[in-house]
């Protein structure tokens, strides 16, 4: 069974650019999740999709983040414009409907120059 | 607020040397404490999940244990491959379904 993919691996912007991260995640997998994981730090959840709608969005800083999932399946973030605090890794994550056991992908490591 | 805190921050072990990581929570009612293991450069992997004070999982050299207050992650006679970050998480009732809280993690390295 294949993972969770994530594109690209690294990234590395100037501050005030744009970036986008893609994932896919694995197959029949109802629930996305994308975390942000500072170095030395844990995963923090910025969103959570149920198939193409949004569970839980509460930590997603809005004025710069935006997260879509279209038909359900594979989900794009965005960083616009993106901040020296934004230096990350980027982790995409499913699991099955009302699962607990998530299923995590290699991650983005995003460094904002 | 939700709250995970987890020691040592770092711990050094000789190969077959047994020892435990702490993971003290504070939460609004407990779903479920998971634990996960993440090597460098690699998304987190599943471990185990506890729902209830007084449960223990166990998965090879790894044994964990959860009270109403804190989780404990023991590791008997450890071995160079069990070297990474380990990684507790809480869920609370009344949050949606699936939201973890981190706690920052330990980062074990075991010597041969």
């Known amino acids: 069974e294949a993972g969770v993919a994530q594109s690209p691996r690294y990234k590395i912007i100037e501050k005030r650019q744009s970036v986008a991260f893609w994932c896919n995640p694995i197959?029949?997998?109802?629930?996305l999740y994308w975390y942000q994981q500072i170095l030395g730090q844990g995963p923090k959840l910025l969103i959570q999709?149920?198939?193409?709608?949004?569970?839980?969005d509460s930590q997603l800083p809005k004025d710069r983040f935006s997260a879509e999932r279209l038909k359900g399946v594979d989900s794009t973030l965005k960083i616009q414009p993106a901040k020296l605090e934004d230096s990350a890794v980027y982790l995409c994550a499913s699991s099955l409907a009302h699962s607990y056991e998530q299923y995590f992908g290699p991650g983005t490591r995003l460094t904002v120059t | 607020e939700d709250q995970v805190t987890q020691s040592p921050e770092a711990l050094r072990l000789q190969e077959g040397e047994s020892s435990s990581l702490n993971c003290s929570y504070t939460?609004?009612?407990?779903?479920?404490l998971f634990w996960y293991r993440q090597d460098p450069g690699k998304g987190p992997e599943f471990l185990f999940t506890l729902y209830s004070a007084g449960e223990e999982k166990e998965k090879e050299r790894l044994k964990a244990t959860l009270t109403k207050k804190e989780s404990f992650l023991h590791i008997t006679a450890p071995k160079p491959e069990d070297s990474a970050t380990y990684l507790c998480a809480v869920q609370a009732r009344g949050t949606s379904y699936g939201k973890l809280t981190f706690g920052q993690g330990t980062i074990l390295t075991v010597h041969p």
């Open positions: 939460v609004s009612g407990l779903r479920g």
């Open positions: 999709f149920q198939n193409n709608g949004v569970v839980d």
């Open positions: 197959s029949g997998h109802a629930t």
